[in-house]
């Protein structure tokens, strides 16, 4: 009888031991079955509330940009390098140019930044709302810019080790034109990651899939391009862009050109508040 009474105990914890496994997703398993639709849905509540963005600390960053514009033959024309300090308080954000071109800021030009950032943050409403999106770019996820594509589930991936739901993106047909931005963007397909916890977007890797004329093909020609994105989780629940970067080839005006972008985000680190 007790022979038979431990063995039952051990099934049962066997039992139970392994339905739990079953019911919890491991890194790379296969997720809870959603739909493209409802995917990009959840992302775009997620980008819509700014609740889930309230962090628990303020935070400094550094963020480092290169631009660089060649000529047809690949020679560099020109380079713009900038290293900002970025100070998010409460949920707004504060830049300060510290480096040009590897040369730091001269202290008196950095007293008139810090004057005018006073000013602004002065003319800011105490109520002020939290930024929806810690991004260099404005937005990565709107409700007028889902409408532009058909997404498809291109499977469940491994990113930074946080799994992600990969979606393929590309243009709908006979798109409208409102606004100079439409012109390029109705143009544009490739791949976004959103991760499977909490539905941020993790990742996004665009490419110009036509050329794009401007005002006719008068003012220039943008004959390919690509972007890349990459957006990283703090330990607080903080998203923030990790680093960008873009190619575009074309032509301004009559002349060839091709130029070259990436930003970088680093030193993430907790600020104390700002003193009233």
């Not at 100079?180 to 990742?203: K, S, Y």
């Not at 998203?239 to 130029?259: A, C, Q, T």
């Amino acid at each position: 009888m007790i022979c038979v009474s431990f063995h039952r105990r051990v099934c049962l914890l066997a039992g139970l031991f392994i339905a739990i496994l079953a019911c919890r997703p491991a890194a790379g398993m296969e997720m809870p079955a959603l739909t493209p639709g409802e995917i990009i849905q959840k992302a775009l509540q997620r980008a819509g509330s700014s609740d889930t963005r309230v962090t628990s600390h303020d935070y400094l960053y550094n963020r480092h940009t290169v631009n660089e514009t060649l000529d047809d033959q690949g020679r560099l024309r020109e380079r713009k390098e900038k290293l900002f300090e970025v100070q998010l308080q409460s949920g707004l954000s504060h830049q300060k140019l510290i480096e040009l071109n590897g040369q730091p800021i001269p202290e008196e030009e950095l007293k008139k930044q810090s004057e005018r950032e006073l000013a602004q943050r002065q003319k800011q409403p105490a109520d002020a709302k939290p930024q929806k999106v810690w991004s260099d770019t404005e937005s990565l996820l709107t409700s007028d810019l889902v409408e532009k594509y058909n997404f498809t589930l291109a499977g469940v991936k491994q990113l930074n080790g946080r799994d992600t739901y990969v979606l393929a993106f590309q243009p709908k047909s006979h798109l409208p034109v409102h606004k100079f931005n439409d012109r390029v963007l109705n143009h544009v397909g490739g791949t976004i990651w959103i991760d499977a916890l909490e539905f941020e977007v993790a990742r996004v890797q665009a490419r110009l899939q036509s050329e794009v004329t401007l005002w006719g093909g008068m003012l220039g020609t943008v004959r390919t391009g690509s972007y890349t994105v990459e957006r990283t989780r703090l330990p607080d629940g903080a998203w923030f862009d990790r680093f960008s970067r873009g190619v575009f080839e074309g032509r301004k005006l009559l002349e060839p050109m091709l130029i070259r972008t990436r930003c970088e985000f680093s030193n993430f680190r907790p600020a104390a508040p700002a003193m009233q």
